[in-house]
């Protein structure tokens, strides 16, 4: 039995809001230290603010990590290099098309209200994929920047399922 393991990891881009938010939160734990300083009740308002930067700022570092094993696609969220979540997973039974973004052969597999879910860097230049699969009645489109790699992989265990 052939065994493949592909992984890939993905950098999103920094949204444009990203830098004056990460500035807006550095002037509001400084004047939470000032009234920390001056107020009793100040140094509450320090850890709140301590507390909501430092989540603000896990929020706007996001990784993507691709993982294909067996036929299972698995795709994680990494926020600020710490904690992971599962953005979706879908064996090879579950999905129906994997082809460029640009591509006219998803045109065939969309439907009207399927869910979009968006894990690429986010940079204009990247060549992305577009990811059908249906789980239950739910059609989900999935939009990622697989590596040669992992599109050989996928080809190699779902041919007809993968246009290049």
Not at 7 to 23: F, G, N, Q, T
Not at 131 to 152: A, F, R
């Amino acid at each position: 039995m052939n065994q493949d393991y592909v992984e890939w990891l993905v950098k999103r881009k920094d949204p444009a809001y990203a830098w004056p938010v990460r500035i807006l939160m550095g002037l509001l734990c400084v004047f939470a230290l000032f009234l920390a300083m001056a107020l009793i009740w100040g140094a509450l308002v320090l850890l709140a603010v301590g507390a909501a930067t430092f989540f603000i700022f896990q929020a706007l570092n996001v990784e993507y990590e691709y993982l294909y094993v067996d036929g299972t696609l698995s795709i994680d969220k990494i926020l600020g290099k710490a904690r992971r979540k599962k953005v979706m997973e879908c064996s090879k039974e579950e999905l129906m098309m994997i082809a460029p973004s640009d591509s006219f052969v998803l045109k065939d597999y969309e439907t009207q209200g399927m869910k979009v879910i968006d894990c690429s860097s986010g940079q204009k230049d990247a060549k992305t994929f577009s990811l059908i699969y249906q789980k239950g009645g739910q059609h989900t489109k999935v939009i990622l920047e697989p590596n040669e790699k992992m599109i050989k992989a996928i080809r190699y265990t779902t041919p007809r399922k993968i246009v290049v």
